[in-house]
């Protein structure tokens, strides 16, 4: 399983396809204090890093993609609406 969910962490190993997203989801809202491990995460669906952009779960290692480090790490942007 690319995506092992277990006592308040989340472990992503190898590629994380969108069949991960719904559970992923499910978990984190049941688990508000957890923590992501994305090191050995090679490849990563866009509805996995849009529930981590959303979420902001505590990112307890970082993916070794710099790009997608960046991208996940990165402080949300604050939105105005005129």
């Known amino acids: 399983?690319?995506?092992a969910m277990h006592e308040g962490m989340v472990v992503f190993d190898g590629a994380c396809t969108v069949e991960e997203?719904?559970?992923?989801?499910?978990?984190?809202?049941?688990?508000?204090?957890?923590?992501?491990?994305?090191q050995a995460c090679s490849v990563l669906h866009a509805a996995l890093a849009q529930l981590i952009l959303a979420l902001r779960p505590r990112?307890?290692?970082p993916p070794r993609d710099p790009v997608l480090a960046a991208?996940?790490?990165a402080a949300p942007l604050p939105i105005q609406v005129t």
Not at 21 to 38: N, V
């Open 1 to 3: 399983m690319p995506v």
């Open 21 to 38: 997203a719904e559970p992923l989801l499910a978990w984190l809202r049941e688990t508000p204090d957890a923590a992501i491990d994305l």
């Open 59 to 61: 990112i307890a290692a």
């Open 71 to 73: 991208a996940l790490m």
